[in-house]
């Protein structure tokens, strides 16, 4: 008797939890495809008077793979809920990132915290040379190829925040050239 045929009240624990509460989408015609990475969750405690009580914090890379891409770290008590909101927050602080074809415009170092991150453009064909945190943003900004390197702490949540301030900061040669011409 396969689980179609059963019964409602008959179906086991886990088929009925795992119908419970679908994820909602937004399938609107105009919204453009993006690529959503889970980058780190983590278990989190904090003890009160009754006990310990427990979340889950996620954090998440949001990408259109063109040149936008926005972070966020989310909490909240069950996985699901937590990785949901952080891709919402991730969604409203998407920010631009000026691109050279697939690879960044130049070479850039940023700190945050103890974590170090060197990101560098590379020639067509090398691919993403780039570990944990790092590749997931890269992947979702559409990066193809270039080289990192993380030097200090690998805490994912600083590497993560460095990578982002040091996209944030790439400048468009073309367009620094023309002002300093002018």
Known sequence: MTTENKAPDQRSQNQRRRNFRPRR???DS???SLI????KIRRVSKTVK???NLSFNAMVAVGDGAGRVGIALASATAVPDAVQRAVQYAKNRM???HLNNATLPHEFIYRFGSSKVMLKPASPGTGLIAGGGVRAVLEAVGVKDVVSKTFGSTNAINVVYATMEALKNMKDP???I???KA
């Open 50 to 52: 009754g006990g310990r």
């Open 95 to 97: 920010i631009n990132v």
């Open 30 to 32: 105009d919204e453009i």
């Open 174 to 176: 073309k367009k620094e």
């Open 25 to 27: 989408r937004n399938n």
């Open 178 to 180: 023309s002002k300093r």
């Open 36 to 39: 959503e990475k889970v980058i």
